[in-house]
T-cell receptor, first 113, second 115 residues
Framework: AQSVSQHNHHVILSEAASLELGCNYS??????LFWYVQYPGQHLQLLLK??????LVKGIKGFEAEFIKSKFSFNLRKPSVQWSDTAEYFC?????FGGGLVFGAGTILRVKS | KAGVTQTPRYLIKTRGQQVTLSCSPI?????VSWYQQTPGQGLQFLFE???????NKGNFPGRFSGRQFSNSRSEMNVSTLELGDSALYLC??????????????FGPGTRLTVT
């Protein structure tokens, strides 16, 4: 069965610090990869996605992620975080042949102002 | 465009009862998926419906069921509720075809508490 691992459950950063959240998945076939964000009191929102093509994908709010097939990884990055980035971030994978999204456990990011 | 809507937003039920949750997808979306979110197990896929047919199913007991109507609206039902069914139930919709079938948009969820 597919699984998704997010390396850090809690991350605390100061404003303007750089962010990298790790995500690894365990599926050898072709996959679609996603990062979702859940801001306090809000519902899950799609941050960015990878289907094919350029392995460096850009999402909303200055976030980007890099798909490294050989490492089964899809790490999320942001060069300079803001207080408003405080949220929980979820990595998810979906195999092309179907099935729902398989989510990682989530990483809670707190940005100190 | 209006987002995914779920009703009710909050629900309290007693063990042994059954419950029905409703989801209206984004206009034009034909696929609806359901997820259960709990602190212990995280987000887990329940099932997916497309054109009124269940297309995929997660690893949940038969007490969990769903259906989809011709207007793409979906309901999920949980029978014989157990305390462990207390969770946030999320609905997500997608276009349902091609690569974009995997780009899912989530609703606010229904918070179910079983006492």
């Amino acid at each position: 069965a597919q699984s998704v691992s997010q390396h850090n459950h809690h991350v605390i950063l100061s404003e303007a610090a750089s962010l990298e959240l790790g995500c690894n998945y365990s599926y050898g076939g072709t996959v679609n990869l996603f990062w979702y964000v859940q801001y306090p009191g809000q519902h899950l929102q799609l941050l960015l996605k990878y289907f094919s093509g350029d392995p460096l994908v850009k999402g909303i709010k200055g976030f980007e992620a890099e798909f490294i097939k050989s490492k089964f990884s899809f790490n999320l990055r942001k060069p300079s975080v803001q207080w408003s980035d405080t949220a929980e971030y979820f990595c998810a994978v979906n195999a092309l042949f179907g099935g729902g999204l398989v989510f990682g456990a989530g990483t809670i990011l707190r940005v100190k102002s | 465009k209006a987002g995914v809507t779920q009703t009710p937003r909050y629900l309290i039920k007693t063990r042994g009862q059954q419950v029905t949750l409703s989801c209206s997808p984004i206009s034009g979306h034909r696929s609806v998926s359901w997820y259960q979110q709990t602190p212990g197990q995280g987000l887990q896929f329940l099932f997916e419906y497309f054109s009124e047919t269940q297309r995929n199913k997660g690893n949940f007991p038969g007490r969990f069921s769903g259906r989809q109507f011709s207007n793409s609206r979906s309901e999920m039902n949980v029978s014989t509720l157990e305390l462990g069914d207390s969770a946030l139930y999320l609905c997500a919709s997608s276009l349902g075809v091609g690569d974009l079938s995997y780009e899912q948009y989530f609703g606010p969820g229904t918070r179910l508490t079983v006492t």
